[in-house]
């Protein structure tokens, strides 16, 4: 089963923003990214609108033809702008407003009640919920209950730990995905995965159907171009 690469361009809005103008073109560049082989579009719409903006993601709805991924903390003007564009799937990240990124998965027991809520919501307008999760099997089961339909394995502390020790790294990534699959969850996963951690991530992990990658993925455009990027990560995964 080939596990399937969305391509995070919020770095490329953070560099547009830097200047105010246009350029990059962020509509331009997730086109090509389609065009040079990504397989969904993924989106972190913040608050501050630090890199992409409101405006960005109902430009980029209408004109993509991969799979769209809008990720965030489900807050009001963030649903109310997931529910406008009807995006593929939207993932629930409870990202706090004044940290660099995602730093922690959801607790998803002491929040049921609230996912419980907003997966009804948004699986009622017909798009698909992944809630992001640390990789724990209480809170796989715990997301089962709150009735998403997947869920995205934060990956970082597999990242971090990868060269130290592999095996060590990616053991509570199996157990979390051995559960995710019990419970009848499909499985994604992002977050710091790169050219050298991602081959045997997803060689390892049972039924990894989508991995998010952003960071790594453009700094390593700077060297290879964006082509030549998204093709060396696809390649990985096949
Ligand atoms: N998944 C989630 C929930 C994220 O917040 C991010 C970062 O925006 C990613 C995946 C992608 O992480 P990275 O940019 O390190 O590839």
């Known amino acids: 089963m080939e596990t399937r ?3 995070n361009i919020n770095k490329i ?4 923003n830097a200047r105010g103008g246009n350029m ?17 579009i993924t989106v972190h719409p913040r608050p501050d609108e630090r890199h992409i903006k409101r405006q960005d993601v109902l430009d980029l709805k209408p004109v993509l033809t991969t799979e769209f991924n809008i990720e965030g903390n489900p807050k009001d003007q963030f649903n109310q702008l997931v529910l406008s564009v009807l995006p593929a799937q939207v993932t629930l990240v409870p990202d ?5 990124t995602s730093n922690a998965g959801w607790n998803t027991v002491a929040n049921h009640d609230f996912l419980k809520k907003t997966c009804k919501m948004f699986k009622d307008a017909g798009i698909r919920v992944s809630i992001f999760v640390d990789p724990v099997e209480d ?3 715990g997301a089962a209950e709150c009735g998403c339909d997947r869920v995205e394995l934060y990956t970082e502390s597999y990242a971090k730990n ?3 020790n592999r095996e060590q790294a990616i053991e509570p990534y199996y157990k979390a995905a051995v559960a995710a699959g019990k419970s009848g969850l499909g499985l994604n996963a992002g977050h710091d995965l790169n050219l050298d951690n991602l081959r045997y991530f997803a060689q390892t992990i ?4 989508e991995v998010s990658i952003g960071h790594a993925l453009i700094c390593d455009a700077l060297y290879l171009g964006l082509e030549n990027t998204i093709r060396a990560y696809r390649r990985e995964l096949l």
């Open 162 to 164: 990868y060269h130290a």
């Open 5 to 7: 690469l969305s391509v």
């Open 206 to 209: 049972p039924g990894l159907l």
């Open 96 to 100: 706090a407003e004044n940290v660099l």
């Open 24 to 40: 990059p073109n962020v509509l331009k560049c997730a086109l090509d990214c389609e065009r040079y082989g990504a397989q969904g």
């Open 13 to 16: 809005a953070t560099l547009r």
């Open 139 to 141: 809170m796989i089961l």
